[in-house]
């Protein structure tokens, strides 16, 4: 089968290995990996340009904006917290980015707190959303015109087709002592790579995951953009009753369905275990200049 894609964007390499035919929405799009680094991507990015995501084009078309704050609003406060518990009583005095904010929800939580906050989103249709909420935010960074002390990503750079060079152009707006902070879904994620479970494989490759990083990929990119990488953090999102529902049912949705037999204890020591086998289904890394 011809690939589009014939070198490597982290490692130039041409060796490549289809690791999942089709993607859930898309039977043309295979998943590959490059047999030397690692770095897991589409056999094609050309179905992906500004346009399609200041047309919101990457949300599902069923998803109001009402839905789509109270589905992330979980993510949202978890991320919060760990921002608050990272910056302890100093976000008073920080000034934060949210690049690819989406729907403000984390913003509307962090303007509380922080002495500036502001956002960074391509989706059009939002703008009218944000204004209601006293949000700043910008289609391009190069608008905002001081420098942020905390710059946070959740969720975006696997969805960029040139992921360097923005975070080359990221350190422009990052105050000399700030701290990007980079969550991401892991490439390695336990349904993958230890379950080995199909139904997961083709609920969870997308078109618009342009790249998959596991913490070795993820590390290399942040370095070939200049920067330190000072913390990696292996998190797990998705409860153990969820990957039970998947091995079993096959579906998603398990942390809910059979949310009552979760129990906070043993989701703590299933996390950990994931975390030291680097299998979680969420990376953080913590990056400097
Ligand atoms: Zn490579």
């Known amino acids: 089968m011809q690939e589009?894609?014939?070198?490597?964007?982290?490692?130039?390499?041409?060796?490549?290995?289809?690791?999942?035919?089709?993607?859930?929405?898309?039977?043309?799009?295979?998943?590959?990996?490059?047999?030397?680094?690692?770095?897991?991507?589409?056999?094609?990015?050309?179905?992906?340009?500004?346009?399609?995501?200041?047309?919101?084009?990457?949300?599902?078309?069923?998803?109001?904006?009402?839905?789509?704050?109270?589905?992330?609003?979980?993510?949202?406060?978890?991320?919060?917290?760990?921002?608050?518990?990272?910056?302890?009583?100093?976000?008073?005095?920080?000034?934060?980015?949210?690049?690819?904010?989406?729907?403000?929800?984390?913003?509307?939580?962090?303007?509380?707190?922080?002495?500036?906050?502001?956002?960074?989103?391509?989706?059009?249709?939002?703008?009218?959303?944000?204004?209601?909420?006293?949000?700043?935010?910008?289609?391009?960074?190069?608008?905002?015109?001081?420098?942020?002390?905390?710059?946070?990503?959740?969720?975006?750079?696997?969805?960029?087709?040139?992921?360097?060079?923005?975070?080359k152009k990221l350190k422009n707006n990052l105050a000399e002592d700030g701290k990007l902070i980079i969550e991401v879904p892991n490439a390695n994620d336990a349904l993958l790579k230890l379950y080995k479970c199909k139904k997961f494989a083709q609920f969870t490759y997308w078109s618009c995951h342009l790249y998959l990083f596991n913490e070795k990929t993820l590390c290399e990119i942040a370095k070939k953009a200049g920067y330190k990488v000072t913390k990696i953090q292996h998190v797990q999102r998705y409860t153990i009753m969820n990957h039970l529902y998947w091995l079993i049912k096959g579906k998603p949705g398990g942390h809910i369905k059979w949310g009552k037999y979760d129990s906070i204890i043993l989701n703590k020591i299933y996390s950990q275990f994931l975390s030291l086998f680097k299998i979680t289904d969420t990376i953080i890394l913590e990056l400097s200049i």
């Open 4 to 167: 589009k894609k014939t070198k490597c964007y982290n490692c130039q390499s041409e060796d490549f290995k289809i690791i999942h035919l089709g993607v859930r929405d898309n039977d043309a799009l295979n998943v590959i990996q490059c047999k030397n680094c690692g770095l897991t991507t589409l056999s094609d990015d050309s179905h992906i340009n500004e346009k399609f995501y200041m047309e919101g084009k990457m949300l599902d078309k069923t998803t109001n904006l009402e839905c789509w704050i109270k589905n992330t609003y979980q993510d949202d406060k978890r991320r919060f917290d760990f921002i608050k518990k990272k910056f302890k009583k100093n976000l008073s005095q920080k000034t934060l980015t949210d690049f690819g904010c989406g729907n403000g929800g984390f913003l509307n939580l962090a303007k509380e707190v922080c002495k500036k906050v502001y956002g960074v989103e391509l989706h059009k249709g939002l703008f009218s959303y944000f204004e209601t909420c006293n949000l700043d935010v910008k289609t391009n960074i190069n608008d905002i015109n001081e420098p942020s002390d905390i710059i946070t990503m959740f969720h975006v750079l696997e969805h960029l087709k040139e992921p360097i060079d923005t975070l």
